[in-house]
């Protein structure tokens, strides 16, 4: 009789386990997404605040250059008036009234010689300090994109991972369930009853973790996104997603390597800015050295003078106007300076030895950068490689259990054990391929490549 009853348990178990197989996630079943990373970058660079202040300042940036071609343009004043005198005089007991119209217009035009001189220069310091900008614009772009495909590729792993985990604490549950019913019929001990209560146990306290994770992903998400165009979006496989910026990748990784030996200081983004910063400082030094210099001011000024004078018995006789012209050169030595400047030009030395140890430090942590993410990237590929047979076998010994199950040979609890090991290698493959993901786009940020997708270039970044 109980043997009738195990056989009866066990055909009716198989066909629910078949069913419940058949939902679970598989490689296929959550979909081809190469273009929902391209998208989710794309609403990112179009809402997120941080690109919209780099705009900004960058604009900042081109304004201070244009007020330094200003600054040498010499300085004109325009001055003028018109003042009427009215005199009431009595000579001879008689009242007479004296009226005195003057109109005055004066333009003077100065330039300062020596801060035009200076002017030259601040203008060479802006145009590199633009161009610093522009590059800093670029590498916060692009690290930008770098933190979003990494913050919206762990929150798809992670939803990944909860929609098997859902699925296998439905299973758990119905596990358990046929399982007491078992112990009850005499055909199993209480000890396999308490092992599915146990994984229950565990499987909705993972759970609750996962939900967890995912609600503080989508937090993060929304703030650097500024938008929820992601919960839009269909749930990713990492199994069969191919990102954007992976074209080529594996094709070209052989002159990247090759380029980070050779090239790396001349398209690494850190350091083309820190480059940048260095010659701003040699510039602001030069510019310093001119301290000792007098200034030296060229003024022209030009003065009008229109007088006419009315009595009240006579005609009044209009005056010729009056021309004035000035023509000045004017020294100006501040004494204190011979005590000042040396000091100031001492603190520009220092700041130039700054960028170049800044930039120096800069050099070693790129190129220690560049080379640890190769060797992790080689590291990776063998361990996906060893993921993925082992997925494979997971797979295989799902099918297998499953029939050794059907046949009697093995129990219910083995059966799930080996769904759980086919569920931990898929997510185990699953975390490395993300993480493979990240740090390619690491690789080709650290070798200045553009991370961007196709059409979702900033027009502020390349104007002029």
Not at 99 to 107: D, F, L, M, R, W
Not at 128 to 135: A, H, S
Request: proline share 3%.
């Amino acid at each position: 009789m109980k043997k009738t009853l195990h056989s009866q348990f066990n055909i009716v178990i198989a066909g629910l386990l078949s069913a419940f197989l058949v939902q679970l996630p598989t490689q296929d079943c959550l979909g081809e997404t190469r273009d929902q990373l391209s998208e989710i970058v794309a609403e990112g660079l179009k809402n997120a605040y941080d690109i919209k202040s780099q705009q900004l300042k960058l604009e900042q940036s081109h304004n201070l250059l244009r007020n330094s071609y200003y600054n040498l343009l010499p300085t004109v004043s325009l001055s003028g008036g018109r003042t009427i005198t009215t005199t009431d005089t009595q000579p001879n007991g008689t009242v007479q009234t004296d009226t005195t119209n003057q109109s005055t217009a004066k333009a003077t035009a100065s330039w300062t010689l020596f801060d035009n001189y200076q002017s030259i220069r601040n203008i060479q310091t802006s145009e590199k300090t633009l161009d610093v900008q522009k590059k800093t614009s670029a590498k916060l772009l692009q690290q930008y994109v770098l933190t979003l495909l990494d913050l919206y590729l762990q929150y798809q792993l992670l939803l990944s991972q909860k929609l098997i985990q859902e699925g296998l604490l439905e299973q758990n549950k119905w596990t358990e369930a046929e399982s007491m019913a078992l112990v009850k019929a005499g055909a199993r001990t209480r000890l396999d009853s308490m092992d599915t209560e146990i994984q229950v146990v565990n499987a909705e306290r993972d759970l609750l973790e996962l939900n967890n994770n995912i609600s503080a992903a989508e937090k993060n998400i929304f703030v650097i996104l500024n938008s929820d165009r992601y919960k839009q979006l269909p749930i990713i496989d990492l199994l069969t997603l191919k990102p954007y910026y992976m074209k080529d990748f594996e094709r070209r990784l052989p002159s990247i390597r090759s380029q980070a030996k050779r090239e790396l200081e001349f398209v690494n983004p850190d350091l083309q800015i820190s480059k940048g910063q260095l010659e701003v400082s040699l510039l602001n030094l030069k510019q310093t050295k001119l301290g000792y210099w007098p200034k030296t001011t060229v003024q022209i000024s030009h003065d009008m003078d229109f007088s006419d004078f009315v009595q009240t018995n006579a005609p009044g006789v209009d005056q010729v106007p009056l021309h004035t012209t000035t023509f000045s050169v004017q020294f100006s030595w501040q004494l204190w300076d011979w005590w000042i400047t040396p000091r100031t030009i001492d603190n520009a030395q220092k700041d130039f030895e700054i960028s170049v140890n800044q930039y120096k430090q800069s050099l070693l942590q790129s190129s220690s950068d560049i080379e640890n993410f190769l060797a992790q990237h080689d590291v990776l590929e063998k361990s996906i490689y060893s993921s993925q047979l082992v997925l494979d076998k997971a797979k295989a010994q799902v099918d297998y259990s499953r029939e050794m199950f059907e046949m009697g040979r093995i129990t219910l609890l083995e059966m799930q054990q080996a769904i759980g090991r086919w569920r931990d290698a898929r997510i185990a493959l699953a975390t490395r391929l993300e993480a493979k993901y990240i740090l390619a786009a690491k690789i080709l940020y650290t070798m200045g490549y553009d991370l961007q997708p196709e059409g979702s270039e900033v027009s502020w970044l390349k104007g002029g």
